[in-house]
């Protein structure tokens, strides 16, 4: 996993539905924690997904929408987790059919990563905490939650939330950039998947998408979008930047510039000297000459 990455989500369904983390298993080492596994639903399909980030200086209002069926005729109910690093809990909303849901917040620390297979994916987390606080950068937060269908029934559901940007968006002395990376493959363990739109605001203070895997197509000033009606076969990573007058003036302002002119100020001064000389004997060779040119005495 990258560091601070930057809008990541993951939402799945467990196998057991009735039973919260139904499928957790001890590891082979069971006092470095426990491992959850996710298995393909073979119920519920996403029938459309619309994600919505909108960048705010150093973090990003997120709002994952998911049309969702109950492709069977009986009631279905299962437990879902949506995963993002940098997640800003205070902010965290969940609905479903237009209400809210109750959740549940918890940190973990990535043990590995897999390739996905869609009919036996697995991804481990750890539970123990002191992990994720020792590496930040393999640290993953967790939105988990409880949905209900009726046979054949379709509706919304949005999880929002703040995501702290990945980079050094903070500093206002320094050339900023921001990271986002977005879990997508992990949708396939839904039963189908359809129709993929993102939506991307920047703002002032990071105005440019220095670059995405993915092919945004730009619609504003400052905004992009992103179609598709299959889930793409990477996940989303994408690096928004400061545009070059910006980075200029960050730059000037960086607390470490005196430091860096100090360190090379002998060479600065050379090259001054340098230069200072060049000007005078360029100075000096066309007084000369405009001498010559208005004094007949001078052969």
Not at 10 to 32: K, V
Not at 62 to 73: C, E, G, S, V
Not at 118 to 146: C, H, K, M, P
Request: charged fraction near 20%; charge should be negative.
């Amino acid at each position: 996993m990258k560091k601070a990455f930057r809008i990541v989500i993951l939402i799945f369904a467990l196998s057991i539905p009735q039973i919260a983390y139904a499928n957790m298993a001890a590891p082979e080492e069971a006092d470095i924690g426990s491992s959850v596994t996710f298995e393909k639903n073979e119920s519920l399909s996403v029938l459309s997904e619309v994600l919505d980030i909108t960048v705010n200086g150093s973090t990003a209002d997120i709002a994952a929408t998911y049309h969702m069926k109950n492709t069977t005729t009986e009631s279905v109910s299962s437990q879902a987790m949506f995963l993002s690093p940098n997640i800003e809990t205070g902010g965290v909303q969940v609905k479903a059919n237009g209400k809210a849901l109750p959740f549940q917040s918890k940190r973990y620390a990535l043990d590995y990563s897999t390739e996905i297979q869609t009919d036996d994916w697995q991804y481990v987390v750890l539970t123990e905490s002191a992990l994720a606080d020792v590496n930040g950068e393999r640290a993953v937060d967790s939105i988990t939650f409880q949905l209900n269908f009726a046979p054949q029934e379709e509706y919304d559901i949005v999880v929002s939330y703040t995501y702290r940007l990945g980079g050094y968006p903070d500093y206002d002395f320094n050339a900023k950039e921001g990271r986002i990376e977005y879990y997508l493959t992990p949708a396939a363990m839904w039963k189908d998947f359809e129709n993929l739109t993102i939506n991307l605001s920047l703002d002032e203070a990071m105005p440019v998408l220095s670059s995405s895997n993915l092919a945004f197509q730009k619609t504003g000033e400052r905004t992009y979008q992103y179609v598709s009606d299959t889930l793409p076969e990477e996940n989303l990573k994408i690096v928004i930047d400061e545009n070059w007058f910006q980075t200029i003036f960050s730059t000037l302002r960086s607390p470490y510039l005196p430091m860096t002119l100090l360190t090379f100020s002998p060479f600065l001064l050379i090259a001054l000297a340098v230069i200072i000389v060049i000007v005078w004997r360029l100075h000096k060779r066309k007084k000369q000459k405009r001498k010559a040119q208005n004094d007949p005495n001078v052969q």
